[in-house]
């Protein structure tokens, strides 16, 4: 695929970024898109490697290696090196609903299992993907696909996030009539309020949920089940009905002080800035205001980078973000060998962004809080930390020790808690009465069944919390085995094929 010798000529190139200052101005996308020329060069950089690990889509030391929904990469760089952008747009569509969202917030697990990786910088693929589905919407060549015929069998989805979207688009184009069920006021589930916009543009989130309506499915929002509507009637009113709640239980922090007036979980703050960004470009007042406050953010992950790239453009005093583990290496270390996902040091856009603000990479490693200390008028006043050593144990699992004497405290008037979610919701799973294994949906991978006849599960609720794109696996394998459940066989296709 590519051209023959294009990963020995041609190197690697990154998409050009806005200046991290500039950008801070607003919350529009820091990102450029390529020209053609560039993503002809960088698609020739695609190998023919015979093997192509891009697509193995496993899980492998616990972390996504390769495109859970098995993305015909190659096929797609070969074409862009050739110029056929319909035809790479059409082999892109075959595995994948959604590129618009993969292409912008997807850590990209393709690019660290690449063949070209082993010994130089992978092929741009996330890059290559955006662009591909860019030009199809910008050139006219996607259009409704409104389905000829229908089942007259009716399904319920509980969840309008990417695995919601993904089973609904599948299950519409095989005929069923579909409706998604949404408590917030806009479909989309984390696509629009847990990924801010400047990593994911809601105008395509808002694009996408305009086509599939324009195709057929119906959205219902501000709609809560238990509240608005209970489960039994779904039920009745239903023939199957697809669980895709996403795992929204945020994990918390138990420790002296979490009462204080300041203290907040990262994705109330994250959904709050999105919301009003949206309703009145901030005119209403409606978010968590970091503006001349120190914040610190607790965990070290993209959620807690999305936390400090908003503070940042809310013009805070100075942001921190903790995390529990050591600083990565700069390259593989022995235990992480291709083609697993490289648990490498990387500068995301947030931490560029905070360097070139206030001279430093904001992120604190191996920290722990002890406790929050408030005021007398229990507002947040500042946090007691004490360092971390990450130990080996006979076994291999890890121990975290206290080191003595490294006790500190930080001034901070915001805290954004960001160490993760414990699963799903309860309620609405009490309500439909499903069985649940470690929090999660207790439904089979590959079944979707839960011990409810009718009632199927996918995504984040059965799975707990990961990768859009894995979301997107469950949507479109949940899609297939409802179809089967309703019609005794379903023509659509399988992801695991």
Same mark, same amino acid.
């Given at each position: 695929?590519?051209?023959?010798?294009?990963?020995m000529?041609f190197?690697?190139e990154?998409?050009e970024?806005? &200046?991290?200052l500039?950008?801070?101005?607003?919350?529009?996308?820091?990102s450029?898109?390529?020209?053609?020329?560039?993503?002809s060069?960088?698609?020739?950089?695609?190998?023919?490697?015979?093997?192509?690990?891009?697509h193995?889509g496993?899980?492998?030391s616990g972390s996504?290696s390769?495109?859970?929904?098995?993305n015909?990469?190659?096929?797609?760089?070969?074409l862009?090196?050739?110029?056929?952008?319909?035809e790479a747009?059409?082999?892109?569509?075959?595995?994948?609903?959604?590129?618009?969202?993969?292409?912008?917030a997807?850590?990209?697990?393709?690019?660290?299992s690449?063949?070209?990786?082993?010994s130089?910088p992978a092929? &741009?693929i996330?890059?290559?993907?955006?662009?591909?589905?860019?030009?199809?919407?910008a050139?006219g060549?996607i259009t409704?696909?409104?389905?000829?015929?229908?089942t007259?069998?009716?399904?319920?989805?509980v969840?309008s996030?990417?695995?919601?979207?993904?089973?609904?688009?599948?299950?519409?184009?095989?005929?069923?009539?579909? =409706?998604v069920?949404?408590?917030?006021?806009?479909?989309g589930?984390?696509l629009? #309020?847990?990924i801010?916009?400047?990593?994911?543009?809601?105008?395509?989130?808002?694009r996408?949920?305009?086509?599939?309506?324009?195709?057929?499915i119906?959205?219902? =929002?501000?709609?809560?089940?238990?509240?608005?509507?209970t489960?039994?009637?779904?039920?009745? @009113?239903?023939?199957?009905?697809?669980?895709?709640?996403g795992a929204q239980?945020q994990?918390?922090?138990?420790?002296?002080?979490?009462?204080a007036?300041?203290?907040h979980?990262?994705?109330? #703050?994250l959904?709050?800035?999105?919301? &009003?960004?949206?309703?009145s470009n901030?005119?209403?007042?409606n978010?968590?205001?970091a503006?001349?406050?120190?914040?610190?953010?607790?965990?070290?992950?993209?959620?807690?980078?999305d936390?400090?790239?908003t503070?940042?453009?809310?013009?805070c005093k100075?942001?921190?973000?903790?995390?529990?583990?050591?600083?990565l290496t700069e =390259?593989?270390?022995?235990?992480n060998m291709?083609?697993?996902?490289p648990?490498?040091?990387?500068?995301? #856009?947030a931490?560029?962004e905070?360097? !070139?603000k206030?001279? &430093?990479d904001?992120?604190? #490693?191996?920290?722990? =809080?002890?406790?929050?200390?408030?005021?007398?008028?229990?507002?947040?006043?500042e946090?007691?930390?004490?360092?971390?050593?990450? $130990?080996?144990?006979?076994?291999?699992?890890?121990?975290?020790?206290?080191?003595?004497?490294t006790?500190?405290?930080?001034?901070a008037q915001l805290v954004?808690?960001?160490?993760?979610?414990?699963?799903?919701? @309860?309620?609405?799973?009490?309500?439909f009465?499903?069985?649940?294994?470690?929090r999660?949906?207790?439904?089979?991978?590959g079944?979707? !069944?839960?011990? $409810?006849?009718?009632v199927?599960a996918?995504g984040?609720?059965?799975r707990?919390q990961?990768?859009i794109?894995?979301?997107?696996?469950?949507?479109?394998?949940?899609?297939?085995?409802?179809?089967?459940y309703?019609?005794?066989?379903s023509?659509l296709?399988t $992801?695991n094929?």
């Amino acid at each position: 695929m590519g051209k023959a010798t294009g990963f020995m000529e041609f190197k690697r190139e990154e998409a050009e970024e806005r &200046s991290p200052l500039s950008r801070l101005n607003d919350f529009k996308k820091y990102s450029a898109p390529f020209s053609d020329e560039v993503l002809s060069r960088q698609g020739a950089r695609c190998m023919d490697c015979a093997t192509p690990f891009c697509h193995i889509g496993m899980d492998i030391s616990g972390s996504t290696s390769g495109c859970p929904i098995h993305n015909l990469i190659p096929e797609w760089n070969d074409l862009v090196y050739r110029g056929r952008w319909k035809e790479a747009l059409d082999r892109l569509l075959k595995t994948n609903n959604f590129p618009e969202f993969t292409g912008s917030a997807c850590p990209a697990p393709c690019e660290g299992s690449c063949t070209v990786a082993i010994s130089d910088p992978a092929v &741009s693929i996330k890059n290559i993907e955006r662009t591909i589905i860019d030009k199809g919407f910008a050139n006219g060549w996607i259009t409704p696909k409104i389905p000829k015929n229908r089942t007259g069998k009716k399904i319920a989805i509980v969840g309008s996030g990417p695995a919601g979207l993904a089973s609904a688009d599948q299950l519409n184009q095989a005929g069923h009539s579909v =409706t998604v069920f949404e408590r917030s006021d806009r479909p989309g589930g984390l696509l629009m #309020y847990g990924i801010p916009n400047m990593k994911l543009e809601k105008k395509d989130v808002e694009r996408r949920v305009q086509l599939l309506t324009q195709e057929g499915i119906d959205f219902v =929002t501000n709609t809560e089940i238990g509240k608005d509507i209970t489960a039994e009637e779904l039920r009745k @009113q239903f023939d199957a009905v697809i669980l895709c709640t996403g795992a929204q239980k945020q994990r918390d922090l138990t420790i002296e002080g979490r009462e204080a007036n300041g203290v907040h979980f990262a994705m109330d #703050y994250l959904t709050k800035a999105t919301k &009003s960004m949206l309703d009145s470009n901030f005119a209403d007042g409606n978010f968590i205001n970091a503006e001349g406050k120190d914040v610190i953010v607790i965990g070290g992950g993209d959620t807690g980078a999305d936390c400090v790239a908003t503070a940042l453009r809310q013009k805070c005093k100075s942001v921190v973000q903790f995390g529990k583990h050591p600083r990565l290496t700069e =390259t593989r270390t022995d235990d992480n060998m291709w083609p697993a996902f490289p648990q490498v040091f990387t500068l995301e #856009y947030a931490y560029e962004e905070a360097e !070139q603000k206030f001279g &430093s990479d904001p992120r604190q #490693y191996s920290i722990q =809080t002890k406790k929050i200390v408030k005021d007398e008028n229990g507002n947040l006043k500042e946090l007691h930390t004490i360092s971390m050593e990450k $130990v080996k144990q006979a076994d291999g699992t890890f121990m975290f020790n206290e080191i003595p004497g490294t006790e500190k405290v930080w001034p901070a008037q915001l805290v954004f808690i960001a160490i993760g979610f414990e699963g799903p919701e @309860q309620p609405v799973l009490q309500q439909f009465g499903v069985d649940t294994k470690f929090r999660k949906i207790d439904a089979k991978y590959g079944e979707f !069944q839960t011990n $409810v006849e009718g009632v199927f599960a996918a995504g984040d609720a059965r799975r707990g919390q990961s990768l859009i794109v894995w979301a997107i696996n469950e949507g479109r394998e949940v899609a297939r085995k409802v179809d089967q459940y309703l019609m005794g066989v379903s023509h659509l296709p399988t $992801v695991n094929a």
